[in-house]
């Protein structure tokens, strides 16, 4: 499983880099089969948000280390190298750059975005 990683290096500037989640097959509902799972990530909280269609914000870092699921509708999110990605339903992007220049957000669909976020940590 592959999933979109932003953070920043040691120089504050932020990236993209394509991160492949390992996955295990054993039991996580015994009785049922073993399935495919990953190591367990600690959270802190689940916020949903909501985010109106044509919505553009300045760039920032994120306020601390989440993963994002995007419900419905796109965003593209720019790092601040230049290199931009689409998350849109079904797309997860974990947010690290927690410190530097951060990224830029807009919403590029007619629809609202949607999305669950888990704080980590």
Not at 52 to 71: M, V, Y
Not at 99 to 105: F, I, L, P, Q, W
Request: charged fraction near 25%; include cysteine; glycine fraction near 8%.
């Amino acid at each position: 499983m592959k999933i979109n990683h932003l953070y920043a290096d040691a120089n504050g500037e932020s990236h993209w880099r394509d991160e492949e989640v390992k996955l295990q097959e054993r039991s996580f509902a015994p009785p049922a089969r073993d399935i495919h799972i990953s190591a367990l990530l600690p959270a802190t909280g689940l916020v949903f948000l909501r985010l109106n269609a044509g919505w553009d914000e300045p760039i920032h870092p994120t306020p601390r280390s989440q993963t994002l699921l995007c419900l419905a509708g796109a965003v593209r999110v720019t790092a601040s190298d230049g290199e931009a990605r689409e998350i849109g339903p079904g797309n997860i992007w974990r947010m690290d750059d927690t410190a530097g220049k951060g990224h830029h957000t807009a919403v590029i669909s007619a629809e609202d975005f949607e999305a669950a976020v888990v704080q980590l940590g």
